[in-house]
């Protein structure tokens, strides 16, 4: 388990991180969301132990100091454009990666290059963005660690490809308990994935929780109202977002679901029930209630 308490950066006058605190269960995978800037890549730089930061502390297992060896061998991280050896194949990088990761798995390398179609003895540099990103993702699962950190795991990914790759890291998760912490602005394919997310903006967490759980306090409501009085709701409830479509109703509520729900009541509705919450949805409603401008993202 990861525990992240008050963690702080400043990079001179730019606060990247303020105070961020997290927790981040064994087996799941916890998807940092947040604006361009917003300070993803610096936690998860400090995470994996590239950055010092400047208050705060990181807990792993419970033990307090990461940088230690045997921490650093449970840990993969993989930035955004990882580096290579000017002609390294995926064999080398992996004889490379060994170093560090002793455990690391030649023979799953083999496999998932056959699987995936890509040449192990080929340099990295003749390789499209996509196939380098494969390549990264499957040494990354191939070292395992304990921790995988990305940064950014299905960018350039197809289609097809982003699939295979969700399900090698959901067997690595279910069989061995692989954590995956990843930075992303890819919402849709975390939707189906991400157990928990935390929602970054300006260096501190506007909202964090579990993804299929109520654990993030927002919840989407639709309800059907013979008169709708929205003021009264609005005065009730911390109500974030309002739609009217024909005779249907949506809100998008703050808040704990059974307080929600009696307070709907109030407002005598015909219908009302609640209906899950995209990812997009609870990432742009929390967005707009920062009055950042959502309209940017889309
Ligand atoms: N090495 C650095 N020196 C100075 N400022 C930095 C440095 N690294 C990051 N920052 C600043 O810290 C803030 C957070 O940056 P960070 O890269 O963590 O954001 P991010 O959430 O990963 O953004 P994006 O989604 O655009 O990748 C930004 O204002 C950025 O300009």
Known sequence: ????????????????????????????????????????????????????????????????????????EN?????????????????EMARFYRNQYPQLDIEAVHYMSGALNLDILCPLRTFSK?????????????????????????????PIITEVMK??????????????????????????????????????ILTAGELKGRATDIHKIQCVF??????????????MHCQRDGYFTTLIIRGGIEVIMKGIALADPVFSREVPLTLEETFMTVMEGTGYDVSKIL
């Open 75 to 91: 840990f993969f991280y993989l930035p955004d454009s990882p580096y290579y050896f000017s002609n390294a194949s995926i064999e």
């Open 130 to 158: 996509g196939m380098k990103r494969q390549a990264f993702l499957l040494l990354a699962l191939s070292s395992n660690t304990k921790y995988l950190i990305c940064d950014e795991v299905f960018d350039g990914l197809d």
């Open 226 to 239: 013979e008169h709708v009085n929205l003021d009264y709701l609005k005065n009730l409830l911390d109500v």
């Open 167 to 204: 399900n090698l890291i959901r067997q690595e998760m279910k069989e061995r308990e692989l954590t995956v912490i990843v930075a992303s602005h890819r919402l849709r394919d975390l939707q189906d994935i991400c157990h928990n997310i935390a929602i970054l903006h300006r260096g501190g």
């Open 1 to 72: 388990m990861i525990k992240i308490n008050e963690l702080t950066k400043n990079f001179e006058d730019i606060c990247a991180v303020n105070h961020v605190s997290i927790t981040v269960p064994d087996g799941v995978m916890f998807g940092l969301l947040g604006t361009n800037g917003a300070g993803k890549s610096t936690l998860l730089r400090m995470l994996a132990g590239i950055l010092e930061p400047d208050g705060g502390d990181i807990y792993i297992d419970n033990e307090e100091d990461h940088t230690h060896l045997t921490c650093k």
